[in-house]
DNA sequence: TAGTGGTCTAGACCACCTC
DNA sequence: AGGTGGTCTAGACCACTAA
C-alpha cells in the first residue's frame, strides 16, 4: 500500500482545488482502475489525516463523496471497505424531450392536432378523481424531432374559465407548465408511468408508421401539494425510435459531472 | 418566520438522534408542507446554529442532506434557497425480478427451458464483440411469479471447458453471477437497453400468452474491467403485468428511507 | 463594508468492533 | 484496551454578493 501513499502525498494544501475534492479522486480513480478492489479496506480516517498532513474531518468530507457514489461503505467500529458492485438495482432516466433532442443535435417541435373543451368520460374522470361529464381541457399535439414525428400526446386538465387557453401557452406543452397557466394550482408531485402499448390505426397515422407496431406509453400525473390530481397526460413514444439505456456497477463516473482522465 | 424559530428550538442536543439529523427533518418537513416555499431563502447558516445553539458546522451537514434530495439549493454569497420543482427529468427504477416480486408478497421461481453449447451467429457475435462461430453458451429460461410465467430470458456467455455449468449455479440466473461463475472474470459495468418489442409464436408459448401483443425488451451487456464485453442477455417482459413507476418533483421522500409523519 | 456560503482545523466524546 | 467510524464544537480564513 506504499503504492496508494505516493498517490495521497500528491495533495497540494495551497491549490485552488480543495483539498477533500483531490482526495476523493484518488480514491476514485485507484478504485476505478482496480488497484482499490471492492472488499478491500481503506486505511483508517485517522491514517489518512496523517499521512496527508490534513484535518480528519476534511478526509471524512472525501470519503463521503464516494459513499454517495456507492463506491465506498463505512462500517462503524471496523474500517472503510469498497464497495462490491450491484446490478440489480437499474436506473432509466428519462429527460425531456426538448432537452433531449437538442442535446442530440436534432431540432424539436410540437405541433398542435387540436384543443377543445371535452366533458370528462369515465377513464378522464377516473384518473383526474372528478365527476364525469365534468368540463375539461383536452389537448393532442406532435413532438417532432427535425421533422419526424416521434411522440403523439395527449392532455387533460379540469377546465376553468377564468383562465383562458392562450396560443403562447402551447409553445411549451408540458402539462406542469399548462396545468400551472390555466389553473391557479402548483404541481409539486409528478407520477409518471411507463408501460408498453400497440399502436393504433388514429395514431400511426399521425405518427407516420404502421399500426399494430410496439410502442412506450408514458402516463403522467401530476398532484398539488394536497396530493390532489391536476393534470393527466399520456404520450406515445414510437418504439422504432426510442430505448433507455443504463449503467450499472462501477458506473464510468457520469454522475455530478466528474472528468477523470485515467492513465 | 418565528414560526419557524419555535420549531428550530424544538431541537434536543441531549437525543439520541442526531441533532443534524433532527434539524434536517424540521426543515424537510416545512419544506413538503409548504411552509417554506420554492425560491424562499433559509435564514443563514450562522443565524440557524445560534437559534438551535448549536455548531455551524452540524448546520451545514443538515442543509447538505436536503441539498442532496434537491430541495435546497445554497448560492455563494446570498443564502440557502427553496429549489423550485423539477419535472424533466424522470427516472425509471427496474430491480431485480426476485427481490421484487419478493417485495411484492409473490413466490419468485425459474424455469430452465434449455441449455446448450452453441456456436455464435452473428448477433451474439457483435454484442459479445467476439469470431462468428465461437463457442458460446446459451441458458434459456422462464421466470414466474406464483406460478404464473412473467419473463423469458435468453443469456450467452463465451463457453469455457474449464468451468462447466453446474446445476446448482443455475438457481441464480441472473447474468452477473453466471459470468463470474463460468469465467474467471469479474463483471464490473453493466449495461442496460430498454425496448419495446412483440412477442413472437415461441415466446407466446413460453409465457403463455398472445402472440403479437406487446413486451418490454431488456437487453443487459456485462463489462469487465477492461471494457471487454463477456456477456449478454435479452430479456422479454410480458407487457401486461410490468409497469414503471416514478416519482418527480417534490417527491414523496422514498429515497433514504427516510419515513416522515405529517402533522 | 457587512453578510453569506465554502473550506479547513484540531481538538473532543461516543458507540461499536476486535483482540 | 485500542482502534474504528459517527457526531459535534468553536473557532478560522476565503471568495462572493449586495448595499
Given amino acids: 500500500m506504499a503504492d496508494l501513499e505516493k498517490d495521497l502525498k500528491k495533495i497540494s494544501k495551497s491549490s485552488v482545488i480543495p483539498v477533500y475534492y483531490q482526495l476523493a479522486r484518488i480514491l476514485e480513480k485507484r478504485i476505478r482502475l482496480g488497484k482499490l478492489k471492492p472488499g478491500e479496506s481503506l486505511p483508517s480516517e485517522n491514517k489518512i489525516a496523517s499521512i496527508c498532513g490534513i484535518s480528519r474531518m476534511t478526509v471524512r468530507r472525501a470519503i463521503a463523496e464516494l459513499v454517495d457514489l456507492r463506491l465506498l461503505s463505512p ?86 374559465k377564468q383562465n383562458p387557453i392562450i396560443e403562447s401557452e402551447l409553445r411549451d406543452p408540458s402539462l406542469p407548465s399548462l396545468v400551472s397557466s390555466h389553473l391557479h394550482k402548483l404541481p409539486v408531485t409528478s407520477r409518471r408511468i411507463l408501460q408498453v402499448t400497440i399502436i393504433n390505426e388514429e395514431e400511426a397515422i399521425l405518427l407516420n408508421t404502421k399500426p399494430h407496431s410496439p410502442a412506450f406509453l408514458v402516463e403522467q400525473i401530476l398532484y398539488d401539494k394536497d396530493n390532489t390530481p391536476i393534470g393527466w397526460g399520456k404520450s406515445i413514444y414510437r418504439g422504432d425510435s426510442y430505448k433507455l439505456v443504463s449503467y450499472d456497477g462501477l458506473n464510468p463516473g457520469r454522475e455530478k459531472g466528474g472528468i477523470i482522465d485515467y492513465e
Fill in 75 to 160: 462500517q462503524k467500529g471496523k474500517g472503510t471497505f469498497v464497495t462490491e458492485h450491484e446490478f440489480a438495482h437499474t436506473v432509466f432516466e428519462f429527460y425531456d424531450f426538448f432537452k433531449e433532442m437538442r442535446r442530440k443535435g436534432k431540432e424539436p417541435s410540437s405541433k398542435l392536432v387540436n384543443v377543445r373543451i371535452i366533458k370528462a368520460d369515465k377513464t378522464i374522470a377516473k384518473k383526474l378523481d372528478i365527476p364525469i361529464d365534468t368540463k375539461t381541457l383536452s389537448i393532442k399535439l406532435i413532438l417532432a424531432a427535425d421533422g419526424y414525428p416521434m411522440v403523439y400526446e395527449e392532455k387533460y386538465i379540469v377546465y376553468t
